[in-house]
């Protein structure tokens, strides 16, 4: 079932800047016998949960006034000197590079290095960074931290090692794939995204990256998650590829109550597409994600498109358990965007499959609105219906596929594009009109002259005036058109819909919201 809500969650922004909290000194050393110990995912958990049974302490860290005072462009004339990079003078697979910290990145994260003889902290040193222009003293910050850092990897070819992933603010990563362009974020952990009484921004304060061996093909990060309501320990092992693949183990503790527990949530930008077009815009179409697709535990696959809502818009698929989820970007042609610089064609989908029974909850998805490109706009991550007490634990694993070309699809058929609007006739004001367009082996395999009907349903403020399906000759694919009347305006209207021939569904489940007046 489908959950419909539309309030102003209260909440700051989604910005992807760091929230600010604790940096914690946790490093592993040796053991009382003096050899050093085996380092894993349980050591970053005991932690966890010695530091949600005490208070949250924010951090005293003060960032030099210098750095906090730089402008927009001084922090960019701030490099990490690529020479530098962590494991490059060992010719290993992985490269590992940093980030200052300085103007929005004001809280410091500690970073080590775990190898078979222990864990070893990595030292912040000002000969790591080119300063350019910027006249500074950073011989008076000592041990400063870093902001984030980024794996590299010969991703697209093996003379060249390409960003892998970034871990740069409060819980935020990203991922790329091979010949991918950054878009959408992930982060560890959303708390009362919608709901509360405010957006709390939980922040990786520590990592524990594991040496990779020099014919590696995967990298192994630990981090600790700390904020005034949970703290989490987290084990990512990146896996590069056509589609990276992240598989994500987390294990997280409550401190007080919350509204909204996102788990594995997703943040993106939808700003127009050919189902919301902007007067005046050369460019048909601008975002990193154009739907969230979905598919249930009762073997539905759902596919709602993204908008730019009016006002702050939050609906959500409840069901006893999820297969899968993610924001996608299925529309990779260039031709859709026509933004050289921006490569939208090329920002990765991410299919976010669970490990396991994650039980009964909701995949919630919260749009607001944007004016440009240059704002997250769109988040969506899986809600438990049940959350442990404060101090118990609960833990999610899963794995997080960074795609591109090749995709998750639906077994039987998916949407390809969804558009709003008349055609040569009028349509009546308080009706609205749809075309959407769907194509996947099930409808290729139709015998010629085979009989399809769409399968729509408008709930109780929409009655369905009219629709139609049929074979588009210049492509193949089939079209599925509806009008919907509004039976009260001021209200919104869920729509559902799908492909069907005699008793067999042959497509996803289309959705969509037409918004009130």
């Known amino acids: 079932m489908t959950a419909l809500c539309f309030r102003n969650p209260s909440r700051t922004s989604l910005a992807r800047a760091a929230f600010t909290g604790a940096a914690l000194c946790a ?14 995912f349980d050591d970053v958990a005991r932690q966890a949960e010695a530091l949600a049974a005490k208070p949250h302490v924010a951090s005293s860290f003060k960032l030099p006034s210098e750095l906090k005072d730089l402008s927009y462009d001084q922090y960019r004339d ?9 494991w490059r003078a060992e010719s290993l697979p992985f ?3 940093f980030f200052h910290l300085g103007k929005f990145q004001t809280a410091p994260v500690r970073i080590n290095e775990v190898t078979s003889a222990g864990v070893r902290h990595i030292t912040f040193d000002p000969k790591s960074f080119d300063y350019g222009k910027n006249k500074l003293s950073p011989q008076k910050w000592g041990d400063l931290g870093f902001a984030g850092f980024r794996v590299h990897y010969a991703l697209n070819n093996a003379a060249y090692k390409d960003e892998l992933v970034v871990f740069l603010g409060a819980s935020y990563f990203r991922a790329l794939g091979k010949q ?5 974020s992930a982060r560890g952990l959303a708390i009362d995204t919608v709901g509360g009484k405010g957006e709390e921004f939980p922040r990786f304060t520590e990592f524990w990256i594991e040496r990779p061996a020099k014919d590696a093909t995967e990298l192994v990060i630990h981090a600790l998650l700390d904020s005034p309501r949970a703290t989490g320990a987290y084990q990512f092992t990146l896996r590069p590829g056509d589609s990276t693949v992240a598989d994500v183990r987390s294990k997280l503790f409550l401190r007080a109550g919350v509204a ?25 179409e601008v975002h990193d994600s ?47 965007y026509e933004d050289v610089e921006a490569s939208y064609e090329r920002r990765p989908s991410t299919w976010i499959v669970p490990k396991g029974t994650w039980g009964p909850g909701r995949v919630e998805l919260y749009q607001m609105p944007t004016p440009d490109e240059t704002n997250d706009n769109v988040v969506a991550y899986w809600v438990p219906d049940t959350v442990p007490k404060p101090g118990q634990p609960i833990e999610f694993a899963y794995q997080m596929h960074f795609q591109g070309e090749r995709q998750q699809r639906p077994p039987t058929g998916w949407t390809v594009q969804s558009r709003v609007g008349r055609g040569f006739a009028d349509v009546p004001a308080d009706e609205v009109q749809y075309h959407v367009d769907f194509t996947g082996p099930a409808l290729d395999a139709l015998p010629e002259g085979a009989a399809v009907k769409p399968v729509v349903s408008a709930g109780s403020n929409g009655k369905v005036v009219e629709t139609n399906a049929y074979r588009i000759p210049a ?4 079209r599925m058109s509806l009008r919907v009347k509004r039976v009260d305006p001021k209200q919104p209207v869920e729509l559902r819909a799908f492909l069907q021939s005699s008793t067999h569904a042959l497509t996803e489940t289309w959705t969509s919201i037409i918004q009130p007046d």
């Open 95 to 97: 490269e590992l590079a």
């Open 475 to 478: 492509n193949g694919a089939w």
């Open 27 to 40: 490093g592993l050393w040796a053991a009382a016998t003096g050899e050093a110990r085996a380092f894993g």
């Open 180 to 184: 991918q362009h950054y878009g959408l």
């Open 290 to 336: 154009d739907g969230l697709m979905v598919a249930t535990g009762e073997g539905e696959w759902l596919w709602r498109p993204l908008i730019n809502p009016k006002h702050p818009l939050v609906t959500s698929f409840a069901m006893r358990d999820v297969k899968g989820f993610g924001l996608m970007q299925r529309d990779r042609s260039f031709a859709s």
């Open 78 to 86: 701030i490099r990490f000197k690529p020479a530098q990079s962590m």
């Open 260 to 284: 909204t527990l996102g788990i594995a949530p997703l943040t993106s930008m939808f700003q127009h597409g050919e189902n919301q077009p902007r007067p005046g815009e050369f460019r048909p």
